[in-house]
C-alpha cells in the first residue's frame, strides 16, 4: 500500500545505454514530479506535471524525456546515458499546484552509470 | 540558483537532548517546509510555516521563521536515536507555483 512507488530501487547501466524509471501513486493526487538529488544530496527539480500536463521544465538536457499516461503515473526516460547522470532520482506527487502543496516522495531510483 | 541554506550541515549529538537546524533563504516567500530523510529513503514533509506565522508546534519539532531575516530553525527536542536522519528546508515562492526549493541538508545523528 506504498502511497508512492518508483521501481527499479537500483540501476547500474554503462555510458550510452537508454534506460527508463517508472513512478505510480495510490494518493489519488494531480500533480507529479521528478527531481534529482546528487552526491551532496542537493535536491533539484526536474519535472512536473498536473493532469498529465507538463506544467515544470527545468533546464534539463533533452536526452531525459518525462511521460505521463494519467494522473497516477509519471516516467522518465533517459537516452544516452552520460557519468554525471548518476544520481538518486526521486518521484514526488501533491495534490494541486499551490503554493501550499505538500511533496510526497518515492524512494528513490539510484542511477549509476560506468 | 539554490534557495535554502542549511546550517549546520552535519550535528551529532546524544539522545535526550536537543537538536536546532538552520535554513537560510534569498526571496520573499509565501511558506516554509521542512522534510525529513531517513537513508536510502525519500523524503516525508514534517510541517508547513507561512510567511506570517512566527512559530509553530507539531508533536516534538518547533519550528520559528523570521522573515525579516530570512531565516528559520527546527528544534527537536528530547532527540532519539530514531530521528538520526537528513533534515532540508524548502522554500515555496509566491509566484513559483508547485516549485519547491530544497536547502542542502542537515545531517543529524542522535548517539543512543
Known amino acids: 500500500d506504498t502511497a508512492v512507488s518508483q521501481t527499479p530501487k537500483y540501476l547500474v547501466t554503462q555510458m550510452g545505454n537508454d534506460k527508463s524509471i517508472k513512478c505510480e501513486q495510490n494518493l489519488g493526487h494531480d500533480t507529479m514530479y521528478w527531481y534529482k538529488q546528487d552526491s551532496k544530496k542537493f535536491l533539484k527539480i526536474m519535472f512536473s506535471y498536473n493532469n498529465k500536463e507538463l506544467i515544470i521544465n527545468e533546464t534539463v538536457p533533452n536526452r531525459f524525456s518525462p511521460k505521463s499516461p494519467d494522473k497516477a503515473h509519471l516516467n522518465l526516460h533517459i537516452n544516452s546515458l552520460e557519468l554525471g547522470d548518476s544520481a538518486v532520482y526521486f518521484c514526488a506527487s501533491s495534490q494541486g499546484t499551490g503554493v501550499r502543496l505538500k511533496l510526497f516522495f518515492g524512494s528513490g531510483t539510484q542511477l549509476s552509470v560506468l | 540558483s539554490q534557495q535554502g541554506e542549511e546550517d549546520p550541515q552535519a550535528l551529532s549529538i546524544q539522545e535526550g537532548e536537543n537538536a536546532t537546524m538552520n535554513c537560510s533563504y534569498k526571496?520573499?516567500?509565501?511558506?516554509l517546509q521542512w522534510y525529513r530523510q531517513n537513508s536510502g529513503r525519500g523524503l516525508v514533509h514534517l510541517i508547513l510555516i507561512r510567511s506570517n506565522e512566527r512559530e509553530k508546534h507539531s508533536g516534538r519539532l518547533r519550528v520559528t521563521l523570521d522573515t525579516s531575516k530570512k531565516s528559520s530553525s527546527l528544534l527537536i527536542t528530547a532527540s532519539r536515536a530514531a530521528d538520526t536522519a537528513s533534515y532540508f528546508c524548502a522554500t515555496a515562492q509566491e509566484t513559483s507555483g508547485s516549485r519547491l526549493t530544497f536547502g542542502e541538508g542537515t545531517q543529524l545523528t542522535v548517539n543512543p
Open positions: 526571496t520573499s516567500i509565501n511558506n
